[in-house]
């Protein structure tokens, strides 16, 4: 599986984007998926994740505010990120979330403006 998120931008506080993280492989379906953001000098974060059985889970910063979903038949996942907040600016990624980590893509980079 390769994955390659997209939809990033600049937005201002309390607004909303989309991010989506399209794969290629035919395993895709049956792997757990995970959106990742890292901050300038922080450690990556796990923000959410989404199992095969589409059962999710997210970080207490996000919850709420954040959704993580899947499309199995476009071979995609999105995060959809409302009620921004300046503190939610990263770079964000997309990666497995269980059975070890495939290669970093390039991520998409998520501005919030206070």
């Known amino acids: 599986v390769q994955l390659q998120a997209s939809g990033g931008g600049l937005v201002q506080a309390g607004g909303s984007l989309r991010l989506s993280c399209a794969a290629s492989g035919s395993t895709f379906s049956i792997n757990a998926i995970g959106w990742y953001r890292q901050a300038p000098g922080k450690q990556r974060e796990l923000v959410a994740l989404?199992?095969?059985?589409?059962?999710?889970n997210y970080a207490d910063s996000v919850k709420g505010r954040f959704t993580i979903s899947r499309d199995n038949a476009k071979n995609t996942v999105y995060l959809q990120m409302s009620s921004l907040k300046p503190e939610d600016t990263a770079a964000y990624y997309c990666n497995r979330a269980v059975g070890g980590f495939i290669p970093w893509g390039q991520g998409t980079q998520v501005t919030v403006s206070s």
């Open positions: 989404i199992s095969s059985g589409r059962n999710t």
